[in-house]
């Protein structure tokens, strides 16, 4: 099994920064994919960006394209989400989740992940 326990949310204001860390626990987090997703009150969960096993692919949403940096240490078991200029709207609760061990090099979609963190509120404020 893998456990996922997120820390760095909080309070912020618009164009403020913050950076969200998901401490991971498994044997197989290294060749995982990992990736954040968002959920803000009566919305669906939405993808933010995925990060491949190796570090070296990233993709993320049109809607934080440029402003948020996914990242990851394998050797501290740790995934990050650099969030810059934040926006009101991205307002949300945040979650990192594992992937499938055999799933593709970067997933996109919830059905793709195995394992999800509990998930930390971001608030933006205007």
């Known amino acids: 099994q893998v456990q996922l326990v997120e820390s760095g949310g909080g309070l912020v204001q618009a164009g403020g920064s913050l950076r969200l860390s998901c401490a991971a626990s498994g044997r197989t987090f290294s060749s995982r994919p990992m990736g954040w997703f968002r959920q803000a009150p009566g919305k669906e969960r939405e993808f933010v960006g995925a990060?491949?096993?190796?570090?070296?692919?990233?993709y993320y949403a049109d809607s934080v394209k440029g402003r948020f940096t996914i990242s990851r240490d394998n050797a501290k078991n740790t995934v990050y989400l650099q969030m810059n200029s934040l926006k009101p709207e991205d307002t949300a609760v945040y979650y990192c989740?594992?992937?499938?061990?055999?799933?593709?090099?970067?997933?996109?979609?919830?059905?793709?992940?195995?394992?999800w963190g509990q998930g930390t509120q971001v608030t933006v404020s205007s």
């Open positions: 989740a594992a992937a499938f061990l055999t799933t593709v090099v970067l997933p996109t979609t919830p059905s793709e992940y195995d394992y």
């Open positions: 990060i491949s096993w190796s570090g070296r692919n990233t």
